[in-house]
């Protein structure tokens, strides 16, 4: 199979969403994910956990540069929760300026 090295990346309108993967390969990641076992799959769950935390540590960390890294923490529950259910939690934020 040969993968294109040029060009404008298509973009396809699908119930799910917008989708930028061929069809094809979006088979094949289906059926990788179909034979994984579920500790192999466990851990990409971990990773991709992993990852989106860190994304949204980092979005707030630019944002908040002079965020206390408890701070950090509570504004990284209002985005993983929501904010109710991260009040609920842990209690309303220290920082005033939300």
Do not use: W
């Not at 040029?6 to 289906?30: A, F, H, N, S, Y």
């Amino acid at each position: 199979m040969e993968f294109p090295t040029d060009g404008p990346v298509k973009m396809r309108v699908t119930r799910g969403g917008i989708k930028d993967t061929d069809p094809e390969i979006e088979m094949l990641q289906i059926e990788m994910m179909r034979k994984a076992s579920s500790v192999r799959k466990f851990e990409m769950m971990c990773q991709m956990y992993d990852f989106v935390r860190n994304l949204g540590l980092s979005g707030i960390r630019k944002r908040h540069p002079d965020a206390s890294e408890a701070e950090l923490r509570r504004r990284l529950a209002d985005l993983l929760l929501g904010k109710d259910l991260a009040r609920t939690v842990y209690g309303p934020p220290e920082s005033k300026g939300e």
